[in-house]
Nanobody, 120 residues
Framework: QVQLVESGGGLVQAGGSLKLSCTAS????????MAWYRQAPGKERELVAG???????TYADSVRGRFTLSRQNAENTLYLQMNSLKPEDTAVYYC??????????????WGQGTLVTVSS
């Protein structure tokens, strides 16, 4: 049984910073892919940043240069350092991980989300 738990969300003024953390518990194996998504009110969920084993991180155009994604703890802990935050960054941020417990199928896990609110 695998669970992802996010933390670090909150209220911050424009131009400020937050660091989100995503921790896996009860993992049956390493996630070969992890990512942060976000969903703003009235909008669909979108990919913010992602990384997979053996590759460099990728970023959405809207956050590139401001956000930095990193992994540690056997690649099952994911961080998102968010700098120069804008009101447009306001959303619920979700952690996502994909593992391969068997050769037949992947396992995708979602966290419950953490709210980031950026005031102008």
């Amino acid at each position: 049984q695998v669970q992802l738990v996010e933390s670090g969300g909150g209220l911050v003024q424009a131009g400020g910073s937050l660091k989100l953390s995503c921790t896996a518990s009860g993992s049956i194996g390493r996630f070969y892919k992890m990512a942060w998504y976000r969903q703003a009110p009235g909008k669909e969920r979108e990919l913010v940043a992602g990384i997979r084993s053996g590759s460099t991180a990728t970023y959405a155009d809207s956050v590139r240069g401001r956000f930095t994604l990193s992994r540690q703890n056997a690649e099952n802990t994911l961080y998102l350092q968010m700098n120069s935050l804008k009101p447009e960054d306001t959303a619920v941020y979700y952690c996502n991980g994909v593992a391969r417990p068997t050769v037949e199928a992947d396992l995708e896990v979602w966290g419950q989300g953490t709210l980031v609110t950026v005031s102008s």
